[in-house]
């Protein structure tokens, strides 16, 4: 706001007013953005005589009411000022530093259709000079501003004019290249929802605000009038193994999704930077991290030997763990149910987690049991985060099998208390009653040490053969079988496609066999014979889903797999999880509110991994955005016809980029690939 080398450099600095207090400093006001028009933009000013003073530029940073300015005249003179709005007095305070030494402190703001800022400096002799700038609005526009600034040293009252000249706002063609106007904005910190618009700048969000901003500065503007505007949904368990295939992640993106983290259960990459170098150079159409997966890393060293590692063993393990966190993993991911992370112990597990957790990680869990032994899966997760200092997630947190059934009160229990003593427990969750995994989740993981070679080696000793199929008995009755043969629905099956979609049920009735589990025991093995399959598990209960999701650290993940229309018999999470939880558990069923609900999507996991400057809808950040429809949005892939895609989710905006515009799909790759600590 100086055109001109003003010599302050002896001058000592008395301050008009103590500075603001931050602790009352609340969000920018429709007031002090009514200030901006004087400033933000790119200004070429001129003296009063016609000759160029220099060029100005001023800009929002760090959220709302707070502008950076930056000055230059052709003769090398520079300088630049902060300028923050004090909600509290109602006043803006500038501090001005230039490249001669001077530092000057105004305070003002606007009246009467002015912007007045003012300083008192008192030089060496102690003599004691007054500022006065003032900006108007010359003819009344926005592009010409007219900036007087004068001296006073008696007091204030003759005053000597020291510049007066003129801004004149330069066209570089429109200021934002995007502005969605009219709607309602839920920024993700789970506040309600207000009126405001939001202006776009490459892939940062410039501005929201509560008072409209004017069409004209922007390329292109978006009207979401009845409309939610949120910050794109963050997704912490996806499974992001096809990307290489299906690098735009329409399935994912068309749920609202922006950024996904993938390597769950685990199940992460390997090698790992080897990985990420490959998805980049595919280029993605939403943002993913990955994690490092504990399977991966212990098939890496021991294949799948269902026994304790040696220390050297371990010791590599550590070494692949900490290469890859340092290659930018977010978390480590467990799948304690699965081979061969099934044969680990407790010291095993807590010694990984704590090189991941030293390095800025968190971890994530599959328990080892989510049925009859949910409590004990549930307590060793909390352990392992408790010993290895380490925040976790309970990662797709459910109970499943009726005996278990209402189990998730005492689990939320011991997340609380687990909480309240000290460890970092959070909670993610699909929004369905269903869950979907390999068939071979029925079968014991003793009888799959080894590998499917080794099972039917087993499956030729009878006495084995029978433990194996009570094994498989056992949990068709408890766990995920419901004790239904009509409850366990075939996926994808290669071998044998007009089985997808069908149950143990139907294909025990084509093969004219009773619906026992006896005989669902017996498919099970000649399905895995015959090349495996996945399934969909109807074995949840409404009330422990709805109980889960409301608990105030529960937040929103997918466990989805990439998927695109035709390929096999999907769950349908894989399309409608964000939606399905707008649309049913906020609006239908009330559940949790929108606010909520966005939250649990957005800051929340955000938060978890640490993610910086994406999850909320702030200025200055980036623009990760998801425009939905409050009144329409819904799931609408079935357990009978997965393959379809929301209503509601009208336009989804990665790093800027529109991939989804008005419902429509673009395969424009505006995602990137995030690595821990870079991004
Ligand atoms: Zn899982």
Redesign the pocket.
Known sequence: MRPVCFPLMMLTLSLTAAPPSLSAQRPCSAEANRHFDFWEGRWMVRAATGALAGHNTLSLVLGECVLQEHYATPSGYEGKSLNIFDQTRGVWHQTWVDNQGALLQLEGGYQDDRMVMQSETVDAAGIVTLNRITWSRIDGGRDRVRQLWELSTDGGTAWTTSFDGTYIRLETGADWDLLIQGGTVMNGTGRPGFSADVAIVDDRIVRVSRTPLDPERASRTIDATGLVVAPGFIDL?AHLDPLLRLPGAESHVRQGVTTALGG??GGGPWPFAEHLELAASVGVGMNVGFMVGHNTVRREVMGLENRAPTASELERMKGIVAQAMDEGAWAIST?L?YLPGAFSELDEVVALSEVAGRMGGFYTS?LREEGLGLLEGVGEALEIGKRANIPIVL??HKVVGQPTWGASVKTLAMVDSARAAGTDAMIDQYPYTASY?GITILIPAWAMAGGTGDLFQRMEDPALADSILSGIKFNIINDRGGNDLRRVQFAIVRWDRSLEGKTLHDWAMREGLASTPETGARLVIEAVRRGGASAIFHAMSEEDVERIMAHPFTMIAS?GRLTQPGEGHPHPRWYGTFPRVLGLYARDKGVISLEQAVRKMSTMPAERMGLRERGQLREGWFADVVIFDPATVADQATFEEPHQYPVGIGWVLVNGAIVVENGQYRNIRGGRVLRRGRN
């Open positions: 368990h769950p259960d799948g149910k599959h990662t797709h995994t466990d």
